[in-house]
């Protein structure tokens, strides 16, 4: 038995060898190491990043994000725009043309009708697919010839990017995934742990929860790539010491999400194997203010839009929390390169940022004081402020996460220089960004006064992202407590813009619209942004080509990777 | 004996019963949600959905007795199949136990992890196990004697402190310093020659050498503390006295009588090398049983953590009883019928 793998192994190996042409293939092996390993190679039964972007090297959308959130085609011929007919002027419908001859991994042609199984297969409802909300609004997906798809919407969509575009929705093929709709998705383990794909490599085996070992796909459309032969997708582990593999033993040559503190990460970066390198998307990490009263002695009623917070519902209070604030002790502190000072909950892509808030960059105790002092909140003989029996004293928030408690603990600190008493609270990830109805401490719930996290949005597009912070998007009972408006923020004015957006397809207006939400909200104080954050990774000085993308997969240009000789 | 045995494994059926329906319960009730994990930007009404189809609407009861139908009829029908190759009726629609993150039945994920397990952690047994002995004999003949102080000092460091220590300094001498072994495991690697073979050797040294180091502490203090017992007893003054050479009295007379509860410590400990050992697997990416556990218990999925706790608290009962059983074999004068 053993013997026999063994032979198996090393006639493969030889197949394999004598298979790889000339210019493909010539660079060798790759490695890559995620500290997070792959679960699944299918994306659609996997929201995690690490099952999407190893999936990434071997299935593809239509069209990618590149670095600068530019939208490059990949398997479509070009990108649909209003202006060059793809997209209909009612904005209701969107026509992707294929690439012609293009293949799949097994050599049979792909199609349009692959892509019309791919949307059925996500939009079944009972397969619990996690792309779904891409495909929001999809009434209709068809074949209009071999090489054309359309898409047709229920309302007029004046970004009609989301189905197949970004690597969070890629095309899978319709033969082999065929037998694998709704229910019967999750029980096939074959098709979802090796995919056919059109992406430069090929699944050779695939170890859930470990490894993956690629090769290079012979019936990729680019002759002469990809430069990698072989490729590895490890997993496992800290970040830390995936930094490590990279930067200081050089057994890696590319490590994803190293959220390292910045002067460990410098120190390893020191010996001079490997590159650090940064990519800004629209993550932002951020202080979302209860508008509500989370006191347990509301009962049902706790943190809901019946009962106004006690003192966080005053503007003064909110404008001075963020004024007392110094960003930049934050960054230095826990994100060196992978953090920017942020005033905005919106701050890319650079047409949407807005300067309106930059107030918010210099820290300024007096002003803060003075905010205080003016609107009554007086302190006390222990230091803190207090009006009519309101003490100030904020309950905060946050993820299990080293960094995060640093930043906790130093806003505490900077917060008592303006007479507020703070508790500290950390819930670990599973459960605070769980749903559990059970769970008193999920995020939605938010029984505090603060909590601290990041979202940021897919794609480049903010109009769901903003939609969040209207009236009905509130978490209550009534919705089970789903929905994203963690403050609870409810402005009728915000809500007439956010429904605007949805009917605008000016990119100019849209970026106006948005602009103008996310300095309603500043304005308001419904959230304290912290911290724009960055994706960082590491490569090994001798890997050319790396293209570090926020946008996308950080592996979606990988047919371009070769080794530096 | 036989009797007994017997009678013990009876005894086992209710009490498994009795862990799984804790195990199972206890992950039930954690604050814990599958989708806590994935990224924001996926609504929550997707989510919603998402947890519809990993099963988890449906009432407590019904998933535990789903879980023990697939774990105590579908699986082992699954894996006599496996070994004899022939089908039993409706084995197509039989039911497995999936994972929620790889959607993959479970026990195949387990059969999968359990070489690299075995090989790394069954092997720092054994070598712990190698060091820990002469260390223990030692040590209690010449007692109080600078080996035994010297011996007693590095068995407390090796208790005291944690792999993650240890393995770390391995990695920054050995990797980053000298460069001379790699400090990631590679799973995929195949033995096919010498050079192969060496290469395998070398990416085993450190983890092995690790949780034997720590393995070696605690069964060396044992060993000399079984030794000392029975170096003052009236039989081996007898022995000497009869004119035996010292090397008989010590290896044959004394240590095959203080091996009888130093065996059964050994066998009660065989258990953990299955659980794997958690954090010298995730240090250097053994990626065996114990990092299966803890991606499951991080990712919460809950199907794959109640299946191998499950496992374990099987092996522990069988290795208690098998360690009964030898105590009784070894030493004629205990008798449990």
């Known amino acids: 038995m053993k013997i026999r793998t063994l032979l198996l192994a090393s006639a493969a190996a030889f197949a394999m060898t004598s298979a790889a042409s000339a210019e493909r293939g010539s660079d060798g092996h790759l490695n890559i190491i995620y500290w997070q390993a792959a679960s699944i190679l299918n994306p659609y039964l996997s929201g995690g990043t690490k099952d999407i972007e190893s999936s990434s090297m071997v299935l593809e959308p239509l069209a990618y994000y590149d670095e600068n959130g530019n939208m490059v085609p990949a398997l479509a011929s070009e990108i649909p725009t209003v202006e060059n007919g793809g997209v209909s002027a009612d904005l209701t419908s969107i026509t992707w043309k294929l690439k012609e001859g293009v293949v799949w991994s097994d050599g049979s042609p792909l199609t349009a009708n692959d892509v019309v199984f791919s949307a059925n297969y996500c939009m ?69 742990f090796n995919p056919i794909g059109t992406g430069p490599f090929k699944v050779v085996e695939f170890k859930a929860n470990d490894v993956v070992t690629y090769e290079a796909n012979p019936m990729y459309r680019d002759p002469a790539k990809p430069a990698f032969a072989t490729a590895t997708f490890k997993g496992g582990g800290d970040a830390a010491s995936a930094a490590r593999s990279v930067l200081e ?13 910045p002067e460990v990460l410098a120190q390893m970066a020191a010996a001079g194997k490997g590159k650090v390198v940064t990519s800004f998307g629209t993550s932002v990490e951020r202080l979302m203010v209860n508008l509500t009263n989370p006191d347990p002695a509301l009962g049902d009623e706790r943190a809901t839009a019946k009962h106004p917070h006690p003192f966080l519902s005053d503007p003064a209070v909110r404008r001075a929390l963020s004024l007392a604030i110094d960003r930049q002790i934050l960054v230095d502190a826990g994100y060196g390169a992978a953090g920017q000072v942020t005033c905005n909950v919106l701050p890319a892509p650079a047409i949407y940022a807005s300067t309106n808030n930059d107030w918010c960059k210099t820290q300024d105790v007096d002003a803060a004081n003075k905010l205080l002092d003016d609107a009554g909140w007086a302190r006390g003989s222990d230091g803190i402020r207090a009006k009519d029996g309101v003490r100030l004293s904020i309950l905060y928030q946050t993820s299990t996460n080293s960094v995060r408690q640093g930043t906790q603990a ?13 508790e500290l609270r950390n819930i670990d990830a599973a459960v605070f960004f769980g749903g559990d109805q059970s769970s008193p401490d999920t995020f939605q719930k938010f029984f505090a006064d603060i909590e601290m996290y990041t979202n940021n949005f897919d794609g480049t597009d903010p109009e769901k992202y903003m939609a969040n912070w209207i009236c009905a998007e509130a978490p209550t009972p009534a919705n089970q407590w789903l929905g994203n408006n963690m403050p609870r923020y409810c402005n009728e004015e915000y809500d007439k813009l956010s429904a605007e957006m949805g009917k605008t397809a000016a990119l100019d207006d849209r970026a106006a619209l948005a602009m103008k939400m996310n300095d309603m909200l500043m304005d308001f104080g419904a959230m304290i942004p912290l911290i724009h954050r960055g994706d960082v990774s590491a490569h090994s000085v001798t890997l050319e080509g790396v293209r570090m993308n926020s946008w996308d997969s950080e592996l979606w240009n990988i047919e371009d990777w070769s080794r530096a000789n | 004996m036989l009797n007994f045995t017997f009678r013990r494994l009876m005894f086992a059926v209710p009490t498994l019963l009795v862990i799984s329906f804790i195990i199972f319960a206890l992950l039930d009730l954690a604050p814990n949600d599958p989708t806590g994990n994935l990224p924001l930007t996926i609504p929550p009404d997707v989510r919603e959905q998402i947890r519809e189809n990993l099963g988890l609407g449906q009432p407590f009861h019904i998933r535990y007795m789903k879980w023990l139908e697939q774990f105590f009829i ?11 190759g022939f089908e039993f009726a409706g084995s197509e629609d039989r039911l497995r136990i999936r994972s929620w993150a790889t959607r993959s039945p479970v026990v195949d994920l387990i059969v999968e992890r359990m070489p690299q397990t075995l090989w790394v952690v069954g092997m720092s047994y054994v070598v712990g196990i190698l060091i ?28 005291s402190v944690p792999t993650f220590f240890t393995g770390v300094v391995l990695i920054v001498i050995f990797s980053v310093q000298l460069q001379w072994l790699p400090s990631i495991y590679d799973t995929t690697h195949e033995v096919t020659d010498l050079s192969s073979f060496w290469v395998q050797v070398k990416q085993m040294i450190m983890p092995v050498m690790v949780l034997a180091f720590f393995n070696a502490a605690q069964l060396s203090r044992f060993v000399r503390a079984s030794m000392l017992d029975n170096l003052n007893m009236d039989y081996v003054r007898t022995a000497r006295a009869k004119g035996m050479s010292e090397t008989i009295v010590l290896l044959i007379h004394v240590l095959r009588n203080s091996m009888i509860p130093v065996i059964t410590v050994i066998a009660l400990g065989i258990p953990q090398i299955f659980s794997g050992a958690i954090i010298t697997e995730q240090i250097f990416r053994v990626n065996g049983l114990g990092q299966l556990l803890i991606i499951g218990i991080q990712g919460a999925d809950i199907p794959l953590v109640q299946t191998l706790t499950f496992i374990f608290a099987v092996l522990i009962i069988l290795f208690n009883l098998i360690a009964d059983v030898l105590y009784g074999i070894l030493d004629p004068r205990i008798r449990y019928d």
């Open chain 2, 132 to 159: 820990a002995l002469p260390i223990g004999i030692i040590s209690a003949y010449k007692q109080y004697s600078i080996f035994d102080q010297i011996g007693s000092f590095v068995s407390m460091v090796g208790f």
């Open chain 1, 249 to 261: 033993t050089g057994e890696f040559d590319y490590a994803w999400n190293l959220q390292v503190e």
């Open chain 1, 410 to 422: 130093l806003i505490k600190q900077m917060w008592s220089a303006i007479g507020v008493e703070t």
């Open chain 2, 74 to 84: 579908n699986e082992p029908l699954n894996v006599v199949e496996q070994l004899f």
């Open chain 1, 124 to 192: 079944d409802p009972a397969g619990g697919c996690n792309a779904l909300s891409n495909f929001t609004d999809v009434s209709n997906v068809e074949a209009v010839d071999n090489l054309t798809v359309k898409i047709t919407f229920g309302v007029p969509k004046p970004f009609p990017y989301g189905p197949f575009v970004g690597t969070t929705a890629p095309i899978i093929q319709a033969a082999q995934f065929k037998d694998c709709m709704g229910a019967k998705a999750p029980e096939c383990t074959d098709q979802n």
